[in-house]
């Protein structure tokens, strides 16, 4: 009974794996826009009327570079519901002055980048330029959905500008981060997990304890080898052929000496 429990347990655990590390996330119904700081405000960062530009795509300008940097969280570990901020460096080769519109960033599954699971903010700006041979870095900050199951997944992030009141874009940043529940690294997830496997310890422990006590048991029960005693034997033939000798006699007398 022990061992069917046991492997009953350790299929449940297997089949819900896969299920514990499905992303499973409800986008906000609104979309937050930063509000901009006393540093925000020189890089012309508006909150209001800000224009959602995931449904047009623009090629890269030439002689335009950007990087992308997390600051304050190197291993990208994305806490669900709760704001990060990456830095996107933009270096400017090109012969006229570019014009910062927006940052937008998106969430996709990492093996197949058509399974959109969120749209990030866009934070758009109305003053900020970067000139020729020059170097600009802007502040993004996003938050994913507090619905967002912990795991790994895909941002794709990208900054729209213009340049000769022409749009481009240019991707900044197309990697994995990892979302984990706010709060800690401590999850229910992790503490089911962590209590189903000694679950299977404690049952695979009580198994191999009752199969040291049958063995031995059945050491105990193995029968001890019995010693055969010879019983001595009397031949009536061999009685009457020694009948009347001293050896009869002899044995006689022992007998009445007995008595």
């Known amino acids: 009974m022990t061992i069917r429990v046991f492997w009953i347990l350790l299929a449940l655990l297997l089949f819900s794996s896969p299920f514990l590390q499905v992303a499973r996330c409800q986008s906000d119904p609104e979309t937050e826009v930063v509000e901009g700081s006393g540093e925000g405000g020189d890089l012309g960062i508006v909150g209001d009327d800000v224009q959602?530009?995931?449904s047009d795509s623009f090629s890269p300008a030439p002689g335009i570079e950007t990087i992308c940097v997390f600051p304050k969280n190197p291993s990208k570990s994305v806490a669900a519901g709760e704001e990060s901020e990456l830095l996107v460096g933009m270096k400017n080769d090109g012969d006229s002055s570019l014009n910062i519109i927006a940052i937008q960033a998106s969430v996709h599954l990492p093996f197949d980048h058509r399974y959109l699971v969120q749209n990030l903010s866009v934070q758009a700006f109305n003053n900020a330029t970067v000139p020729p041979s020059a170097q600009a870095?802007?502040?993004?900050?996003?938050?994913v959905s507090k619905f967002m199951q912990p795991g790994s997944f895909d941002l794709v992030g990208t900054i729209v500008y213009e340049i000769d009141?022409?749009?481009?874009?240019?991707?900044f940043y197309n990697g994995t981060i990892e979302v984990t529940e706010p709060g800690g690294l401590l999850s229910v997830e992790s503490v089911f997990l962590f209590c189903l496997g000694i679950a299977l310890l404690g049952l695979l422990g009580f198994w191999i304890r009752g199969q040291i006590q049958n063995?031995?048991?059945?050491t105990k029960r193995a029968p001890k080898a019995k010693v055969e005693v010879g019983t001595a034997t009397t031949d009536?033939?061999?009685?009457e052929w020694l009948e009347g000798t001293a050896y009869t006699q002899s044995l006689s007398n022992k007998s009445k000496k007995k008595k």
């Open 52 to 54: 959602d530009f995931g």
């Open 137 to 143: 870095t802007f502040p993004y900050i996003f938050a």
């Open 165 to 171: 009141q022409n749009p481009y874009q240019s991707t």
């Open 215 to 218: 063995l031995s048991k059945k």
């Open 236 to 239: 009536a033939s061999m009685d």
